[in-house]
């Protein structure tokens, strides 16, 4: 059985490009439009010579305002509860939310390895996400871009060691 690598995190951060970027495909449906990506999308994918099974996870489409929080646990509940390491997404350029914080703290009681991603962070935006980040409790960001492809490298050398 391949270890399962989970990719989480709010709408728009970056997850499905990120997805593509590291399965090396083009499955997963990558949109401006918060919530898009209707279904899990499952890939596998080879990282420094590891190959493992790569999911992409949904976000939290078509969620109510009052009910955001509780959309974003049920979609990527199930995906979470079978990884062997979860990739948290966070957006660089906004900076930490309110949702990515409900959802850290929801995915630090899970108890499941998690690593913290900084996407968006080409140029120098990353700097500061990536000092903000820390609060999140996770421990340090990897900062990539994975519209850019920058960072790739490091990262999948940081997930394959967590595996
Ligand atoms: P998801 O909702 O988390 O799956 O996010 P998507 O992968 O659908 O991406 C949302 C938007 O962010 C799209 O417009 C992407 O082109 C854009 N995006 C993804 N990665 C990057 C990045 O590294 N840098 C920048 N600037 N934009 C990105
Ligand atoms: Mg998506």
């Known amino acids: 059985l391949l270890p399962v690598v989970v990719i989480a995190g709010r ?7 990120l997805f593509n970027r590291l ?13 898009v990506t209707r279904d899990r999308k499952d890939a596998e994918a080879l990282l420094r010579g590891r190959r493992v099974r790569l999911i ?15 959309r974003m646990r049920a979609s990527s509940e199930y995906a979470v ?5 979860v990739l948290f ?3 660089a ?10 959802f850290a703290t929801w995915l630090r009681r899970q108890g499941r390895p998690v690593l913290l991603v900084a996407n968006k962070a080409e ?19 990897c900062a990539i871009s994975a519209e850019h492809g920058e960072g790739l490298a490091d990262l999948m050398a940081e997930i394959v060691e967590r595996l």
């Open 81 to 85: 509860s079978e990884a062997d390491l």
């Open 23 to 35: 399965s090396g495909r083009r499955t997963a449906i990558v949109s401006d439009t918060p919530g």
């Open 56 to 70: 992409d996870t949904a976000g939290l489409e078509e969620a109510a305002p009052d009910t955001l929080y509780g």
């Open 11 to 17: 709408p728009n951060v970056g997850k499905s490009t």
């Open 89 to 91: 997404c966070i957006d």
């Open 93 to 102: 350029r906004s900076g930490i939310t309110p949702a990515d914080q409900h």
């Open 123 to 141: 140029g120098k935006a990353g700097a500061a996400a990536a000092m903000e980040s820390f609060s999140l409790g996770l421990g340090a960001p």
